[in-house]
């Protein structure tokens, strides 16, 4: 036989199914990531104020408004409470109220667009400081990662420097897909033909996962990265090595890249063509093609034409028969 005490125990025994929880989204490593798990922190102990003590209130009244309890006060035509009413409608339009304020604050002060003010708490973003740039491909089932000023790219890699603001332009060649680094940032949707963005620091040495966070197809469950956060002098080895062994990704290259694969492996490549990004972004990698950004500039030059001319006078537009049909007279 089990003891009572050993059996009121086995209740709890699914509890140490957690212990093996990954909490790096409360436990971040980068700085946005921090901010953002305080929020949830803050956000989940301003509802339990509410929660908790309804709650209990629930046990309380049933224990006390049992019906073997023939003591409790037994009021069958009660219907109002002014205090009971201010209490329950006014704690929590209270919690609302707070809740809505930081939601407010803080949808503005984590902003992905919004270049980054602070490397952490205690240390602001010194005066020029110019934020790596990286612009981010979501291919099926795989990701792109360009540095334009190193001139370098990697697949299904991502390596940046600790301390140093990075500014993540992404799109998808595709369909739609979400970056997510849960130790760096909130997930960021990215959608072809579309540039989103990303502000970001890490802020402690390490490797860290990064995935597609929004369903895209067979490939998805195997669509992740990992992502390196490193000190300036390794990030500075690392481009050079990448620069030395890597080979050169063309546009040629890039279409055979997009083509379907999963569980795709880790490449590195030394140098890109020119403008591979905006190509992409503007679905005109392939030779021949017609950019989009173009096709909109010529399609706004011939509405603007139009409406011009609309503005105007009809004489100047549209000459009149008599004189477009108008032959010369014959001298005799």
Not at 91 to 101: C, D, F, R, S, Y
Not at 242 to 257: E, K, N, Q, S
Request: glycine share 6%; proline share 6%; hydrophobic share 45%.
């Amino acid at each position: 036989m089990i003891p009572p005490l050993a059996r009121r125990g086995l209740f709890l025994a699914p509890l140490l199914w957690l212990a093996g929880c990954n909490t790096v989204v409360l436990n971040p490593s980068g700085d946005i990531a921090a901010q953002q798990a305080h929020l949830v922190v803050v956000s989940t102990l301003l509802m339990l104020l509410i929660i908790v003590p309804v709650m209990f209130l629930i046990c309380l009244f049933a224990w006390r408004y049992r019906k073997s309890n023939t003591s409790a006060e037994y009021k069958p035509n009660w219907d109002h409470s002014t205090k009971l009413e201010l209490l329950i409608w006014g704690a929590p339009l209270l919690i609302i109220i707070v809740l809505g304020l930081i939601t407010w604050i803080y949808t503005h002060l984590l902003d992905p667009y919004r270049p980054l003010s602070r490397i952490d708490e205690n240390r602001p973003v010194a005066v020029g400081v110019k934020p790596l740039e990286v612009q981010v491909v979501a291919m099926d089932w795989k990701w792109m990662f360009i540095y334009p000023e190193q001139g370098i790219a990697t697949v299904n890699e991502l390596v940046t420097p600790i301390d140093v603001p990075v500014r993540f332009h992404m799109t998808a060649s595709s369909v739609m897909n979400a970056f997510y680094i849960p130790a760096l940032a909130g997930m960021v949707y990215t959608m072809p033909s579309m540039e989103t963005q990303l502000n970001a620091v890490m802020n402690k040495v390490g490797v860290y996962d990064g995935f597609s966070s929004n369903y895209s197809g067979a490939g998805f469950s195997d669509m992740k990265f990992k992502y390196h956060g490193v000190s300036q002098a390794d990030f500075d080895a690392w481009v050079a090595k990448t620069r030395a062994g890597g080979g050169t990704l063309t546009r040629a290259g890039y279409l055979d890249l997009d083509k379907p694969t999963i569980k795709h492996p880790i490449m590195h490549f030394g140098s890109v063509d020119k403008g591979l990004y905006d190509l992409v972004l503007n679905r005109c990698v392939a030779e021949g093609s017609t950019c989009m950004n173009a096709q909109m500039e010529q399609d706004a030059m011939r509405m603007q034409a139009a409406a011009a001319a609309k503005e105007l006078p009809k004489d100047v537009c549209e000459p009149k028969v008599a004189t477009a049909t108008a032959q010369p007279l014959r001298k005799e």
